[in-house]
């Protein structure tokens, strides 16, 4: 069994910055990839960062590249998606979702077996 419940969502004025947190428990604690991915209203979601536990490479999307960081504590079991210069278009219901391994590079949904709740990011002008 897989969990993954995120945290850290909230309003903010552009420019501004959150972080959202996902604590990972159960049969992925270790060995695993983590993305976040966002989903705005009638859009598809979108993975915007992807994290292997494993040799800690990283990768984005290219709209959030250079604001957004990727990164894990494995003390706490928690993978963090720090955002900093917030744009409108930034606005979305944020998850994070993960799978086991060391292949980390899927961008479908569908390659992503465990999901959290998600958590909302609303950014205004």
């Known amino acids: 069994q897989v969990q993954l419940v995120e945290s850290g969502g909230g309003s903010v004025q552009a420019g501004g910055s959150l972080r959202l947190s996902c604590a990972v428990s159960?049969?992925?604690?270790?060995?695993?990839?983590v993305s976040w991915f966002r989903q705005a209203p009638g859009k598809e979601r979108q993975r915007v960062a992807v994290l292997s536990s494993t040799s800690l490479a990283t990768l984005y999307h290219d709209s959030v590249k250079g604001r957004f960081t990727i990164s894990q504590d494995d003390a706490k079991n928690t993978v963090y998606l720090e955002m900093t210069d917030l744009k409108p278009e930034d606005t979305a219901m944020y998850y994070c979702a993960a799978r086991g391994g060391d292949h980390c590079n899927h961008w479908s949904p569908a390659a992503w077996p465990y999901w959290g709740q998600g958590t909302q990011v609303t950014v205004s002008s």
């Open positions: 159960g049969d992925l604690v270790s060995r695993r990839c």
